[in-house]
Nanobody
């Protein structure tokens, strides 16, 4: 299976933006891809998913209108644009070809 490597996390203030990237080591063009997150003491939860061609995207209710998932199959990369970040978005964010292929995660911290 391909290796997934996330990047782009960091510390931002509420209301700011971040763009996460997920670089795959091989082709992901036929895969539905997803972003998940896990906050301290909480279970991992899905954030967004995108079908292989990018035609269908799904989001959890709490991020709708603020987060956008996209992909560039030519670059084997999936993105998560996160706007209007809130403290409750603080978590480790994971890229995935669910259910068995996961990246190592990137930390996102939203704090004033």
């Amino acid at each position: 299976q391909v290796q997934l490597v996330e990047s782009g996390g960091g510390l931002v203030q509420p209301g700011e933006s971040l763009r996460l990237s997920c670089q795959a080591s091989g082709s992901i063009s036929s895969y539905t891809m997803a972003w998940y997150r896990q906050a301290p003491g909480k279970q991992r939860e899905s954030v967004a998913a995108i079908t292989s061609g990018g035609g269908t995207k799904n989001y959890r209710d709490s991020v709708k209108g603020r987060f956008t998932i996209s992909r560039d199959n030519a670059k084997n990369t999936v993105y998560l644009q996160m706007n209007s970040l809130k403290p409750e978005d603080t978590a480790v964010y994971y890229c995935s070809h669910p259910p068995t292929n996961w990246g190592q995660g990137t930390q996102v911290t939203v704090s004033s």
